[in-house]
């Protein structure tokens, strides 16, 4: 099926006519292959020999993950952060420099971190919306790697992904976006200028909060057989299984995002108005500071918000008191959630670098899932008041 004849919700919906399946029985889900060998002799063109290094099942949503995310192949990880791990083992050297976003999810801090201890690694943090910063410090730091994620995970800035193209470009150094919040159905950051799109498929993307993944994808051949040596000699390629679980969820990922966007933009839009709220950032809110940048770059706004209350006491009693939001870090599942990003997803930040990207006390990250809107509003209303 020709992507560009077709948008992104017929070619998901038809997984097994775009290499999502590869199985000689026309099976019309895609087989588990649980087996940690091929037999070579009878395998006759198959290229399989060994789980570790290639699997129908994973190659399957490689192939369907890669025609997606406008890449030329794909690597599916064990974790969303293997993925990270997996970009950093493949291109960093020793006393090599990188540059991040000041907002990163915390895990990928925490990693950042790990490789500055052991690789002598320097790591430039700088806000990607000023982008004068930006060029600075790519004219004057050898840096070999730009990582950043927009959405941001937890501040929800939306990073210009075109503009940032355009000078790593100019300075000859790899981009790769972390696409976790947005997904490829809203957003293809290699259809931007990065040359690395890569993201969790915990969230999103498989969509149940049954499952741990990620996936790395790439539309320049040299970068992508790096990765692929990388992957296969580090172990890092997820199992039949897990392949499995998470292409059950993406099929229906275009509609769950609308219903995801429609109610996160109608519990926003409330809660901007209620008197015992300070602000809500959600990215299709016209008050969002980079609202226009979102409308140009994503086509849906999601689940995910941040909110701060009056006080901490208040934010405190929202956590203690929903009964609908559960208190479980991750987000882009059916269940919504809420958490209090300093205590669970961002736990390796200090409260000095939280307060910098945009998280108080008071903030609570609301991951709206698919549960009736008026029953989640009237939830709160019962704690905050109409
Ligand atoms: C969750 C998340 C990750 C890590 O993915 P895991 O599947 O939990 O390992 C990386 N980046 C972002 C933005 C995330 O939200």
Not at 8 to 20: F, K, M, P, R, Y
Not at 252 to 263: F, M
Request: with cysteine; proline share 4%; glycine share 8%.
């Amino acid at each position: 099926m020709d992507r560009n004849r077709y948008k992104i919700d017929t070619i998901l919906a038809h997984l097994s006519e775009n290499g999502g399946i590869k199985d000689p029985f026309g099976s019309s889900h895609m087989p588990i292959y649980q087996t940690a060998t091929f037999d070579l002799k009878k395998q006759g063109d198959n290229p399989y020999d060994y789980t570790r290094s290639g699997n129908p099942t994973r190659e399957s949503l490689e192939n369907l993950l890669s025609k997606v995310c406008s890449g030329v192949g794909a690597v599916l990880t064990h974790t969303g952060l293997g993925s990270i791990a997996l970009l950093f083992e493949s291109f960093l050297r020793v006393n090599d420099h990188i540059l991040v976003d000041k907002d990163t999810y915390g895990g990928t801090f925490r990693l950042l971190k790990y490789y500055r201890d052991r690789m002598n690694i320097t790591l430039h943090f700088v806000d990607f919306l000023d982008l004068e910063k930006v060029e600075n410090k790519l004219k004057s730091n050898p840096i070999s790697i730009v990582l950043i994620e927009s959405p941001t995970n937890p501040g929800l800035k939306i990073l210009d992904l075109q503009q940032v193209g355009l000078l790593t470009k100019k300075y000859k150094t790899i981009f790769a976006v972390d696409n976790s919040l947005a997904t490829f159905v809203s957003q293809r950051p290699l259809e931007l200028g990065a040359d690395i799109s890569l993201f969790s498929t915990t969230k999103y993307v498989s969509g149940h909060g049954a499952v741990i993944g990620g996936a790395i994808v790439s539309n320049n051949k040299n970068l992508l057989k790096e990765i692929k040596y990388t992957a296969n000699a580090q172990g890092r390629s997820q199992n039949p299984m897990d392949v499995h679980t998470i292409s059950l969820g993406i099929p229906t990922l275009p509609i769950r995002l609308k219903a995801h966007q429609d109610s996160a933009l109608k519990l926003a839009t409330w809660l901007e108005n209620h008197p015992r709220v300070k602000r809500v950032v959600y990215p299709g809110l016209k008050s969002h500071p980079q609202y226009e940048t979102a409308k140009k770059q994503m086509s849906y706004f999601n689940g995910v918000l941040t909110v701060d209350f009056e006080s901490e006491e208040l934010a405190l009693r929202v956590v203690e008191e929903t009964i609908l939001f559960s208190e479980k870090c991750s987000f882009g599942t059916a269940d919504s959630r809420i958490e209090s990003p300093g205590k669970i997803s961002h736990a390796s930040f200090t409260s000095d670098e939280l307060r910098e990207i945009g998280i108080n006390p008071e903030t609570l990250r609301i991951s709206v899932g698919l549960e009736d809107i008026d029953d989640l509003i009237d939830d709160l209303k019962g704690i905050i008041g109409e």
